[in-house]
């Protein structure tokens, strides 16, 4: 499962009111005056807490094994108009070692027609049951013992559209089985069908033991209409023609996996077929991205033979699909050999210049290993599945760009824990929780691949994968916990790892170090104080291996240590004067390093090291010097990241001058010009014509409109900002922005959105409600957000449409990102009608979330 809306730019609002994510994140959800406000606690304040206190009372255990599911053959076929699945599933099982007479099955929200037991001979006999709309308990006509076979009969109607629905920031609903555009009156949406699982739904479309400790073998006969494509689980074995043009095909998993992996999708897709090995790959798009599907997909084989070579063990199922679908209530999803992706994912090929889905596509690639093959027990081990598949991205990235590539993708997981951990810090392995929605969350996937790499530098990559071999090995097909992981380190490394398994995953928290460097030249002697600052009351004492690493003239010396202690001292005898020190060499602590420098201390420092997050650090701790007039522009010295070796560097870099003040303006305007005509990478020259358009826009004017013809959408957006400053004729800027009104990229479309927005064109009211009507949810989330601004001093008839349209959206919107922007753009209008239409939007909302948010912000007050 990928939770990660983050991977569009609308991850700045991800949950952001409860974990005090990015400065930015920040200025979109909180207004300073509000968060000063204390409001007094109410009954239903303390009912709520009361409530929470006492679910995070009750252990999280593993599900109790009554029975042993062994085998689950479904028939199904579908009544689009009513949005009803019908089924027929004939379930074996076995007592798992007490012998038993009584079976409960999990079947939420389902028409039961028949619950039987065949028979050796095939015959089958009506049993008793109990039926709660949850729960389907079955009354076996004798005991049966842990040898004996059980095989089930059960005749259903599956309802997922009267089940109340739940869900989570990671799945937003958990209804199991989704209708999109059933009745085909939306001209703009496909016809389709598809399954989430995860974490227990599965059971809402078919009769289950849906826990992830219960393993199945499958088979599926899905009968659809002849012009669909059915996809699920394993090989297609047969397709057979019906003669009421309906077609029945007939899809087997032969090796065991979790009930809410078995997945189905349905609907009039393009299949472009590829292959790993001997291992048949297909993906599955709509039609209009037919040519596009194979540049998407493009590193499917290549991951599928890094991640069998680097783990010991081959990728493990028949074959692998990956479906995109409209609609998907998560970002994607890990179904064994068919793993689902959100319509996102699709884009052509012009767009695959500026970015890519490589990450998604790892981490769901990644989880055949670590959650299909080998599978959490529990979701309070969630992290086993997790942590992993997070962990996998960077695998990939340092693979295929290098470790600069990687490294700054681990900071971004980074930064996004320690967004989260501002307001909840949360043991890895949780036995107590409210909701089992709440395992997912930025500690099991960002914190966990980032304990991964340090467990990985802490022991080296050959244990590492040797272990992670042998754990895979034992545990094929299986479930595990936490031990079982560090049993497999272990046994590989000959060391006891309890140590670092309970400070990371068993408890709570980060370390917060303040460390200090100083020179003696008497004794030829650097010193390193190290304080752990973290709360010890909630927190651990770390122990941290780690490497100080000393420059002198360019050349290293490196010194291990362990910090184990509170205050800990360490001397280190050196060559000479240090140009600086660098506090873990390896850059892999997952902490907070207060560690202060001079400006020439971080001047080598970013000269010198070879590794991402030391010249990042180094970098982003200049440009603080700047704001606080330690260091004067005229230095210069920021451009020297311009030509950096990481992208990520040389767009920060760029960023980082936008308040440039110095004498110098000329010189650096220069060395801009040249990365905005030259770098390879899109984003980097998007970035240096963004700083153009801050810095000298109308001396850029022929730039810009030479931009206009780059290959990339991003540079052409910049481009299009940069001449909407540059030129200062409004007319001829219309007349220039209304060619690209057709353009459905997001780079173009904000570019054109913020100066119409500037300059009030009310005439593109239209244009703004079709953009967001059929953009892509990142796309939606800021022009919902900008059409506040548009229409502030609208006349009072379009306002009034403006209002209606976006307390519509805030009242009938299936993502709660677009309610809330609705409901900021609101805000923005701040009229009587928009505070009454703010007070239903605040009355009408369901989602945990942001209830919580809009009492503490007060919004219906």
């Not at 991964?452 to 094929?476: C, K, P, V, W």
Request: proline content about 3%; charged content about 25%; some cysteine.
């Amino acid at each position: 499962m990928n939770n990660k809306l983050g991977l569009l730019l609308i991850a700045l609002a991800i949950v952001s009111w409860g974990c005090g994510a990015s400065q930015q994140a920040a200025s979109v959800l909180h207004d300073q005056e509000h968060d000063e406000r204390v409001r007094e606690i109410s009954a239903e304040d303390l009912a709520l807490l009361n409530k929470e206190d006492s679910l995070l009372s009750i252990y999280r255990a593993s599900a109790t094994k009554y029975f042993d599911l062994l085998h689950t053959k479904l028939e199904v076929s579908f009544d689009w108009q009513k949005q009803f699945l019908y089924g027929k599933a004939s379930i074996g099982l076995k007592p798992h070692f007490y012998s038993q007479d009584y079976l409960e099955l999990d079947a939420k929200g389902f028409d039961i027609n028949e619950v039987s037991i065949f028979n050796k001979d095939g015959s089958k006999d009506t049993l008793e049951y109990s039926y709660d709309g949850k729960k389907l308990g079955v009354s076996l006509p004798r005991e049966f013992t842990k040898d004996e076979l059980v095989q089930l009969y059960i005749d259903y109607v599956a309802k997922p559209n009267e089940l109340e629905v739940g869900g989570s920031t990671a799945i937003t609903e958990d209804k199991g089985l989704y209708f999109i555009n059933p009745d085909s009156t939306d001209s703009k949406k496909p016809t389709q069908l598809w399954t989430q699982g995860e974490t227990e739904a599965s059971s809402c479309w078919f009769p289950t033991i849906d826990v992830p400790n219960s393993k199945t073998t499958q088979e599926i006969f899905m009968t659809v209409d002849d012009k669909f494509k059915t996809l699920s689980n394993g090989s297609l074995i047969y397709s057979k023609h019906n003669e009421d043009g309906t077609r029945t095909d007939y899809w087997k998993m032969d090796k065991k996996h979790a009930p809410y992996l078995v997945m189905m999708a349905v609907g009039d897709f393009a299949v472009v077929k590829d292959k790993w090995r001997n291992i048949p790959l297909a993906y599955y798009v709509d039609h209009e991205y037919a040519d596009d599907a194979q540049a998407i997909f493009n590193n499917t084989p290549e991951m599928m033979e890094f991640f069998s070579t680097v783990l010991g063990y081959d990728y493990p199922w028949p074959k692998y699909d990956q479906v995109v679908v409209h609609d998907f209530v998560s970002g994607a999803m890990e179904n064994t050999s068919a793993s689902v992706f959100m319509e996102e994912v699709q884009m052509d090929k012009r767009n695959l210049l500026d970015y890519d889905w490589d990450g998604i596509i790892a981490h769901e690639l990644f989880h055949h290993w670590f959650g299909d093959l080998v599978t959490c027990e529990s979701w309070s081990n969630l992290p086993l599945n997790e942590s992993f598949a997070n962990y996998s991205e960077y695998l990939w990235f340092e693979h295929k760009h290098g470790k600069d590539y990687a490294d700054a993708h681990r900071l971004d997981e980074m930064n996004g824990y320690f967004a989260e951990a501002e307001s909840k810090r949360e043991n890895m392995i949780r036995y107590h929780y409210v909701s089992r929605e709440d395992m997912f969350d930025r500690h099991s996937y960002n914190k966990g691949g980032c304990i991964l790499h340090m467990l990985r530098n802490a022991i080296g990559d050959e244990a590492f994968f040797a272990s992670l071999q042998l754990y895979l090995n034992t545990h094929q097909y299986g479930t595990v916990e936490l031990a079982d992981l560090r049993m497999a380190f272990e046994k590989v490394t000959g060391q006891d790892l309890n140590w670092f398994f309970n400070q990371w995953f068993l408890a709570s928290g980060h370390p917060e170090l303040n460390v200090a460097s100083s020179y003696n030249p008497e004794k030829r002697k650097v010193v390193v104080n190290v304080t752990q600052v973290q709360d010890l009351n909630k927190t651990p004492l770390y122990r941290l291996p780690l490497y100080v690493d000393v420059y002198n003239q360019g050349k290293k010396q490196r010194f291990p240590v362990v910090i184990d202690k509170e205050t800990s001292s360490f001397e280190f005898e050196v060559n000479g004067v240090p140009d600086f020190v660098l506090f873990d060499g390896d850059q892999q602590l997952l902490g907070i390093v207060n560690h202060p420098k001079s400006i020439d201390e971080l001047k080598s420092q970013y000269n010198a090291s070879d590794q991402f997050m030391a010249r990042y650090s180094a970098l982003t701790a200049l440009q603080d010097s700047v704001k606080e007039g330690h260091l004067g522009w005229d230095d210069l010295v920021l451009t020297e990241a311009f030509k950096d070796s990481s992208q990520t560097i040389r767009e920060i870099s760029l960023a980082f001058m936008e308040s440039y003040k110095g004498s110098q303006l000329d010189a650096l305007v220069a060395k801009v010009e040249k990365v905005a005509a030259s770098d390879s990478k899109s984003m980097v020259r998007a970035a240096a014509i963004n700083l153009l358009a801050e810095l000298a826009p109308t001396e850029n004017l022929d730039l810009f409109e030479h931009a206009l013809h780059d290959s990339a959408y991003s540079v052409i957006g910049s481009a299009l900002y940069g001449y909407s400053l540059a030129n200062t004729n409004v007319d001829e800027v219309s007349d220039l922005f209304e060619k690209y009104d057709d353009q459905n990229n997001v780079n173009i479309i904000l570019s054109l959105a913020g100066f119409y927005s500037k300059n009030k064109e009310y005439i593109k009211y239209g244009w703004f409600v079709d953009k967001i009507d059929n953009g892509g949810l990142e796309t939606q989330w800021y022009l919902v957000q900008m059409l506040g601004e548009l229409l502030d001093e609208a006349p009072e008839v379009q306002k009034e449409a403006g209002v209606a349209y976006l307390k519509k959206m805030g009242l009938e919107g299936k993502s709660k990102y677009l309610r809330l922007a609705a409901l900021q753009s609101l805000l923005y209008l701040d009229t009587p009608e928009t505070k009454e239409a703010v007070k239903e939007l605040v009355k009408a909302e369901q989602d945990e979330d942001l209830v919580n948010y809009y009492s503490q912000m007060q919004f219906g007050d």
